[in-house]
Structures are given as C-alpha cells and as structure tokens.
C-alpha cells in the first residue's frame, strides 16, 4: 500500500511531511517505514532531548511551531509526542545521569521508541487504583514485575517502556502500605508481551494495545526515581505534557477554517455565494477568534514555560488542553456544518480528522478531571490566603468584625457592579479600553466566586464538582482573555502586520 522506495531520499521536514498520505496511514493503521526513517534523520525523536545527550533541545515555543509543521497527520504528531512528552519524559525529570546517557541517546535518534505504561482497565483516571505489582527478589537485587497495561501509546513498536507499579512500604511502626514506583523495563526483558493492536476510531496510524508483564525481572539500577515516589512522578509526567498539544489543535482548526472558507466563497445559494449570508459569516468569524485565543493561549504558556526559572504551569496548561480540544472539537463540527455534504464523506479529510481529534479530550486528563483539577489547585493557593475570612463568615456570630468588614467589600460585588481598580488598562494599548475593564470585571468575578464556594463548603469543597466546573470555567476564560488581549496589544503597539485586525477583532 505504501511506496516505500525512493531512489534520492529527501529528509527535509517541508518533503517528508508533504509525501505523507494520511488516507493511507488511516487504511492500514500504521506509518510507512520511510516515513519514520524522515522523522529519524530530522531529529525529530529527540525534539527536547538536551543536546548533551543527543537531542535538539528544542524550547517550548520551539516545540510548539514545530507541531503545527507535524499536524498534517496527527498519528505522526501523537507519535512523536507520545515518546518525548509522555515516554522519556520521566527519564528527564527523575533519571539518574547514568540512566539518562544509557537510554537518551538512543532515544533521541530514533533508533528507540519510549512508552509510557500507566493506566489500567479498571482504574482509568485513578493512579492509586493500579494493580500491578512489582516485587522485591529474595537476594534483593531485583524488582520483578507481574500485570498489564491497557491503552499503551506506542506500544507493539517501543523498546523501553516506563511501567508504574504498586510497591509495599512499611512504616516505622511496622505497617505495610502500598505505595508507586516507576520503573525502566527494556522490551527484551523476560516476561515481555504485547496484545493485539486496538481498533480504534481515530489516530489509526500509532500503535495502541495492552502490554503484559509476566515475571518480569527490573534489576535495581532501573528503578526510575525513589522507590514508592512512583504517584508523584506519574503527576509530574502527566502535569508536563499538556501544553504539548497547543500547536497542533491550533493547526487542525486552521485547516479547516480555510477549507470551510475557500467553500463558501465559490458555493452559490439562492442567487448568492455563501459568504454573503449572516449566519454563514458568524460562524466563521467564532470559529476563527476562538481559533486565535487557542494560539495565543499556547504561546502564551510556552513563553512562560521557557522564561520562568522552576515555572509552575500545570494550572495553565490543564487550562489550554481543556479549552483548546474543547475549541478545536466544536470548531471542526462548525467547520462540518458549513461544508455540507461534502462534510459527511470520506473522500475528502475532514471526517479522518474528526475521529483523530475525539481522543483529545480523553488522553493526559480527561476534561472533567480536569476541570476540577484546576478549580481545586486555584481554591488550594487561595484558601490559605482567605482562611481567616473563612472560617469567621463560616461561624459569624463569634466574629461579627469579620462578618461586617467582608460584606462591606462585597457590596458591590452583589450587584454585579464591582470597583475596577486592578489597572490593567494601563498595561494594554488604549484601543483595548473596553475589553481590558470587562477582563478585569472577570477578574474579580471570578475572586469572588472563589470566596463564595469556599464559605459555603470549606474543607468539603472537592465534594461539590459542579460548582468547581464553574470555576473552572471562569478561570480557563480569563486565562484566554489574558492571553489575546496581551498578544493584541503587542501586535498593534510594535506595528505587526494585521496587527490592527487583531485588535478589531477583539472589540
């Protein structure tokens, strides 16, 4: 099915990206080997692999323009980000120098494939439910491994996988817990198999199946980090990894607002072209400024991510996954929609595309976990902060100062009528007046809601999720306020090309 013979190999990025036949690579449920061997001798394996042991060592926003160029296909681009930003991601955080000159090198040319295994049938989004068991040996060298890993990106193709097991740890008292490790389990190990791959809906071109482990002996110098620190590691791997997807639903959103556009340029309809109509005209324009936020969102978090020393974004990047595959699943429908029945057929690209993108909402945090998983990281920074406001409006006949200070502030808050004195319109271009005060009326909407939420719950307030997905949802909306308004400003300030569209679009 695939021409895998070329006479005068051409390993520039623009020829290997555009001899990839996507309707093939979705037939046959896999990438041809030439076009691996491109990725091989582009570097492309070792995109943020420090150059001292092989890689690129590509920043962030390096990483991210490169990902639009990989979204013509996205099985190339889950490939590859499977094995840099979930595979050896936790060989780069917690392995040891020598582990990392054994396995990096290897890893950034291409020669091996890294494979994270974490989840498992029955546990799904829950680390602490995993069933399988690693063991220490009777003469204590070795760890020997026994279970299954369900959903294994890269799986029948890795050489090293980065397995997550349960391990017993005692305590001083003498009682047995069990615990996490990570741990380095090369394919050649004993006891190594892999299923049949998974048929799935979409991304058909990477290697998804169930990887087994059977009396599988991990000598000791491949425990990855400390022995049962596994949980915390897996949240790093997994924190990590979010802001990797940016450039590529950015791309896939851009490809359909051009595909959606050159239609209803040429397609007549009752004696006008498409364009002319309103509601056609909408619907583009929503399609492509969420489309803009989505981009700014991501470059935003990548020059944070590569400016700040010891940055914590993993609330941000949750952020950008959530609203960005949010983003690009109703903007491809919208797209679908304007095409019409060129939409519904499969001879065009767009209903591969569509059953690629559904998987991102699912992979790196489902987006119900997440939405509560950055509602309840935002209350956890605030809650110490307010914990005396708290607990007095919590109990207000013993704290009536408290009581009477708190609601005096509020006042205007309750009528929806806030003081908006955070000046952020002194930091935009004056043109963004209006929407830099209705940034910060968010701002402080959104303050307060946090107050409410935790006044009425307290320390039970992970109980209550959908008002913790409302939160959630204000702030994913101001993070992408943030981010457009900031990158409007500057365009117009520095006299970018269609920078004055960019403000226009926002007022």
């Known amino acids: 099915m695939f021409n895998t013979h070329s006479p005068l190999p051409d390993y520039s990025l623009q ?16 990438i041809p080997p030439d076009i691996l061997e491109g990725l091989k001798q582009l570097d492309l394996f070792g995109q ?8 690129l060592g590509l920043t962030v926003t390096e990483f991210a323009r490169l990902s639009e160029a990989l979204a013509s296909d996205p099985s190339i681009f889950l490939l590859l980000a499977a094995h840099q930003l979930l595979g050896l991601q936790g060989l780069l955080i917690a ?52 279970g299954s890993k369900n959903w294994v990106t890269n799986g029948s193709i890795a050489n090293l996988y980065i397995v997550f097991a349960k391990t017993k740890m005692e305590d001083h008292k003498g009682q047995i817990y069990d615990r996490t490790t990570a741990f380095l389990v090369e394919r050649e190990f004993e006891g190594v198999s892999c299923g049949q791959p998974d048929d799935k809906l979409g991304i058909r071109g990477t ?26 590691l897996a949240l790093d791997i997994l924190n990590g990894s979010r802001y990797g997807m940016g450039g590529l639903l950015t791309e896939v959103l851009k490809k359909f607002i051009g595909w959606a556009t050159e239609h209803v340029v ?18 583009l324009a929503k399609v492509t400024s969420a489309t803009y936020a989505v981009e700014s969102m991501t470059y935003l978090l990548a020059a944070m991510l590569d400016t700040y020393e010891d940055s914590d974004c993993t609330v941000e990047a949750a952020m950008l996954k959530v609203f960005g595959t949010e983003t690009c699943w ?21 209903e591969r595309l569509l059953r690629d993108m559904r998987i991102t909402m699912l992979v790196d945090g489902a987006n119900d976990a997440l939405r509560v998983f950055i509602a309840f990281k935002g209350l956890q920074h605030l809650g110490p902060l307010l914990n005396e406001k708290v607990k007095g409006m919590r109990n207000p006949l013993n704290n009536p100062g408290i009581v009477f200070k708190t609601l005096w502030k509020r006042r205007n808050l309750d009528k929806d009528n806030p003081t908006l004195n955070l000046g952020l319109c002194d930091n935009l271009h004056p043109a963004l007046e209006v929407p830099s005060k209705l940034l910060e009326y968010c701002v402080l909407k959104l303050q307060y809601a946090s107050e409410m939420v935790l006044t009425r719950h307290g320390s ?27 990158r409007a400003s500057r365009s117009y300030c520095i006299g970018l090309q269609n920078g004055s569209d960019e403000v226009r679009r926002l007022i």
């Open 95 to 146: 392995g040891t120098e020598e582990q990392k000159y054994r396995y990096l090198p290897r890893l950034a040319n291409g020669d091996w494939v890294a494979a994270l295994c974490l989840s498992e049938i029955e546990s799904g989004s829950d680390l602490t439910a995993i069933k399988t068991q690693a063991t220490l040996s009777e003469d204590g060298d070795t760890w020997v491994i026994n």
């Open 460 to 486: 039970e307030v992970g109980e209550h999720q959908m008002e913790l997905s409302r939160l959630a949802d204000i702030a994913i909306d101001v993070f992408a306020m943030t981010a457009v308004l900031g």
């Open 266 to 283: 040429n397609r007549n309809q009752l004696g006008k072209t498409l364009k002319d109509y309103e509601l056609i005209q909408e619907k």
């Open 207 to 232: 290697s998804t199946c169930e990887v087994f482990f059977k009396q599988t002996p991990v000598p000791l110098k491949n425990v990855l980090g400390e022995v049962n620190s596994g949980f915390n």
């Open 48 to 55: 943020q692999v420090p150059v001292e042991y092989g890689g």
């Open 330 to 350: 109703n903007g491809i429908n919208d797209c679908l929609q304007l095409l019409g029945g060129q939409g519904f057929l499969k001879n065009y690209p767009y």
């Open 15 to 30: 020829t290997t990206v555009s001899t990839v036949d996507s309707a093939a690579i979705d037939s046959a449920g896999c």
